[in-house]
């Protein structure tokens, strides 16, 4: 009997695999579809197909086996997976006295010419700057001539350390009190050193003027709007520089959804996901900072003396 030759067109079961997590991933509405899962051999396909569109770029790790595709399935029919980025994946408590790590933590150094936004700051590294101690970040702006600059201040970014796609952040902070301050707490899309801003894509998950002490907001920044951009929404935190929030981002291949202490506030889901509107489907990092003045930090007063940003925590989860 003659020996039977696979056809080689025919995908086998891992390949099918990996392209539906490639799909999954994909911004591209209604990829994969109920047929290439049921294609793969996945059953009880009874649920909606975005949620398993979800569930799949969230699933950490990827999925590589049938029987491990098939537990996704069934969470979401039984509503538990469709959480999403649930699983911890990277984090700093902040537990260790002394300077940030640096395996967590590089920084941006100087004025840069204010840095696209009229900033008075010049960042250093200095302990006077930022520490951490007591089991916080503390990230300090200062009153003083340094470099030709007025003011000193920090910003960390995990720029080189840390990049990802699609997941939560939860970040527990108490923010400066001085008018004045602009703490930040954001993401840059990895590839801005070779495609530059805004193309790169922004996700500002919390902003405070400088004026206001009262409201914090959130923000994208892409090519079809940046600067003062229209994706943006305020919130009232009235407690914000007496009390400790979460200030929380939740990416997904099909929204970004900005909350504080658990409750949403703002979603950004364009309909017609393009490289305008959605350069959300490639690594960022984060950013931590305060800025003085600038666009959003206002007048500094004139008796400002030092005002800190104080962080007990970053966590991302997928």
């Known amino acids: ?22 799909d999954s991933k994909s911004p591209v509405d209604g990829s994969p579809s109920i047929e290439d899962l049921s294609n793969a051999g996945i059953q009880n396909l009874i649920g909606d197909q975005n949620k398993y569109k979800v569930a799949i770029a969230n699933a950490s790790p990827e999925p590589t086996t049938l029987t491990e595709m098939q ?42 010419n204010g840095w696209g936004n ?3 700051q010049y960042y250093t590294t200095l302990e006077d700057n930022v520490k951490v101690e007591d089991g916080l970040l503390i990230i300090t702006a200062k009153k003083e001539n340094f470099e030709g600059a ?23 902070a108490k923010l400066p009190a001085a008018a004045g301050t602009w703490p930040a707490l954001w993401m ?40 003062n951009t229209i994706h943006f929404k305020e919130v009232d935190v009235p407690t ?16 970004i959804t900005f909350s504080v202490d658990g409750i949403e506030y703002f979603t950004y889901n364009p309909e017609d996901k393009t490289e305008l509107n959605w350069p959300y489907d490639k690594p960022q990092f984060i950013i931590l900072n305060v800025a003085m003045g600038g666009n959003l930090g206002g ?20």
């Open 150 to 172: 007025n003011y000193t201040s920090a910003r960390l970014k995990s720029q080189g350390r840390y990049s990802f796609t699609y997941g939560k952040v939860e970040i527990r």
């Open 1 to 22: 009997m003659a020996r039977r030759v696979k056809d080689q067109n025919i995908p086998y079961v891992e390949e099918l695999i990996q392209k539906i997590v490639a």
């Open 118 to 120: 009229g900033e008075s």
């Open 71 to 112: 537990q996704i399935i069934n969470d979401v029919n039984g509503d538990r997976a469709y959480l999403g980025n649930t699983k911890l994946v990277w984090s700093d408590e902040f537990d260790s006295d002394g300077t940030p790590l640096d395996s967590k933590w590089d920084y941006d150094i100087g004025t840069n």
């Open 188 to 227: 840059l899309g990895s590839n801005i050193t070779s495609v530059g801003w805004p193309k790169c894509g922004e996700i500002d998950i919390m902003e405070q003027k400088g004026w206001d002490k009262s409201r914090v907001s959130a923000a994208l920044h892409n090519q079809s709007s940046s600067g």
């Open 240 to 255: 914000s520089v007496r009390e400790f929030h979460i200030y929380a981002v939740n990416w997904t291949p099909d929204e």
């Open 299 to 318: 007048e500094i007063p004139s008796d400002f003396n030092e005002s800190s940003m104080q962080i007990d925590y970053v966590r991302v989860y997928r």
